[in-house]
């Protein structure tokens, strides 16, 4: 079954002189992807909006910001009242309900119900969005650097409109699976054959809320873990306080505030949590011996 992503893959790498990318949700994988299969001479123009609660939330990324920047011919506009998911090749247009998102998009392991249409560029509708996002403001650093103290001061933000309650939940994530290095067997189909139930349902939840787009070999994936442990919230904040020498009772406690979990006591979760940084970031963290603080490597 083609999936929405595979769609507007062929559908991008047909323009010949411009694409325009028009979603009020924005994951920063999924906009590289799509830049890496436009030809660099072809003017990319990106539509979206920064609303503080939704950067919070973990369902849009302001990392756009700087593949637009590093791309030439490429521009990033902002409108606050977008929620119209439009993508232009040239004249094809594709309409729908889709984001550009993992999920959305068919690329993670677990996917929305999604659709993307073609239609007339001609068509009423286009037409009168189209006229609308040139009321659409060019994105700034500065802009940027406000938005992102802005989220970072929301303790507990909304689930915005038209997003996934996974993405909310997504930003207290912290891990189930306590043998991380049995992830990405339960990642690829011929590695959950040999797993238990229990783990194949523990390794679901944290690939779930990782959004680990499908098709990675292991060394892509290993940099996908790493980027949602140093990105989610909850793992972020541990990560920074491991900076400082983070002993075991200090990141359970550490870990209570982070975590309104009844399932598993904040002693046990930390153990995971532990197991899991020294297991994927042991290039920059590790436990010191005898007194089993973690902290960063120096």
């Known amino acids: 079954m083609r999936r929405e992503g595979d769609l507007l893959i062929e559908h ?4 010949q002189t411009s694409v325009l990318l028009c979603a009020p949700f924005i994951k920063k994988s999924v906009l590289k992807v799509l830049l ?9 123009r990106i539509v979206t909006r920064w609303i503080p609660e939704e950067i919070a939330a973990g369902v849009s ?13 490429c521009s990033l506009y902002l409108l606050d009242n977008l929620h119209a998911k439009v993508y232009m090749s040239d004249d094809g247009v594709l309409v729908g309900s889709a984001n550009l998102t993992g999920r959305a998009l068919g690329w993670s392991s677990s996917t929305n119900l999604e659709i993307l249409t073609q239609v007339n560029a001609s068509d009423a509708s286009v037409v009168r969005c189209l006229e609308a996002l ?10 940027m650097e406000d938005i992102r103290e802005l989220a970072g001061s929301i303790v507990s933000p909304q689930l915005p ?24 067997e339960a990642y690829v189909p011929e590695g959950r054959e040999r797993l ?8 679901d939840v944290d690939l779930k809320a990782l959004d680990i787009r499908i098709g990675l070999n292991r ?3 290993f940099e996908a873990v ?10 972020k904040r541990i990560l920074e306080a491991a900076r400082f020498d983070l002993s075991d009772a200090a990141g359970a406690d550490l870990v209570k505030t982070l975590s309104s979990s009844d399932d598993i006591s904040p002693a046990v979760q930390w153990a995971i949590v532990r197991e899991w940084i020294t297991f994927f970031l042991k290039d920059e963290y590790e436990i010191a011996p005898q007194s089993f603080i973690v902290r960063q490597r120096t």
């Open 12 to 15: 991008v790498r047909r323009a």
């Open 36 to 44: 890496d299969c436009v030809s660099d001479n072809v003017f990319v």
């Open 61 to 73: 990324d302001l990392g756009v910001f700087d593949l637009v920047q590093a791309r030439e011919n």
């Open 134 to 143: 040139t009321k659409s403001r060019i994105a700034t650093k500065e802009e």
């Open 161 to 184: 409109e038209g997003a996934d309650a996974d993405d909310a939940r997504a930003r207290t994530w912290l891990p189930t699976l306590s043998a991380p290095a049995r992830l990405f």
């Open 196 to 203: 238990t139930q229990p783990v194949v349902d523990a390794a």
């Open 219 to 221: 060394d892509e994936f």
């Open 226 to 235: 790493k980027a949602g442990l140093r990105s989610m919230t909850a793992t």
